[in-house]
């Protein structure tokens, strides 16, 4: 696996300034993960939310990948080093697929290659036991499949594949923040609050994650109030 690390670093992300670049070069940071939020759809932003969401997969494949890169294809085999080699190299490939086809807008094409490169991975990370340069990418893969899918209103599975990113690596800032944010938009405050204080609690100079804490925090305080008022009304009217 060593004797390709140079050629995987290469195809990372670079900073474009593009605008909406879902991927800079990953990194465990909080600049990363500002520089990566601070170009998503603002978390309180109305969008609409679509009514299949509940139901996807989010690591559905098409038919036609129902090669080695499937999904379902996790059979027990060894791995040989070669093929560890050329499945990451794949995947990488995949991950500049991907965001290529993020930066023209086509964002069903991009989860789609972001799906395929993870399942080109996933073989070799069985209970979570891969190289880091393998569980590097998978994260990154994931981050950026949460990202399209929350551009797309499908929060569930943009929360569920954030959630698989933190199974990898539970101090991911930016996968904390991908899945706060998508848990703001299913109404499921508290948890959103959480995965901003622990990212937070891994870089407390993260400026997105304290924003987004701050709105998350107001709109807990209003639920609550409205909470405390209709309880009033419904004593009042009983009395």
Known sequence: MAEIQEATAAMDLSDDNNGENPTEKEQVSASSAEEEAANEVDPAAPSEEKDDQEDEDPMAVDDEDTDETSVDSDKDEAV??????????????????????????????????????????????????????????????????????????????????????????????????????????????????????????VDSNSSICKKELVSVKKELESVKENQKKALAKAFGKSG
Not at 123 to 131: G, M, P, R, V
Not at 176 to 197: I, Q
């Open 80 to 201: 040989s080093p070669e093929e560890a080699d050329l499945l990451l190299i794949k995947a990488a490939g995949l991950k500049e697929e991907g965001n290529a086809f993020f930066k023209e807008g086509e964002l069903e094409k991009a989860a789609r290659a972001y799906r395929r490169g993870v399942s080109s991975l996933k073989k070799l990370n069985k209970s979570n036991t891969a190289e880091d340069q393998v569980k590097a990418l998978l994260v990154t893969l994931y981050t950026n499949l949460s990202t399209v899918t929350f551009k797309t209103s499908k929060f569930r599975v943009s929360a569920d594949v954030a959630s698989q990113a933190i199974a990898i690596e539970s101090c991911n800032v930016k996968a904390l923040y991908r899945r706060a944010v998508a848990n703001r938009k299913l109404g499921d405050l508290e948890a959103s609050r959480n995965d901003l204080r622990a990212a937070l609690a």
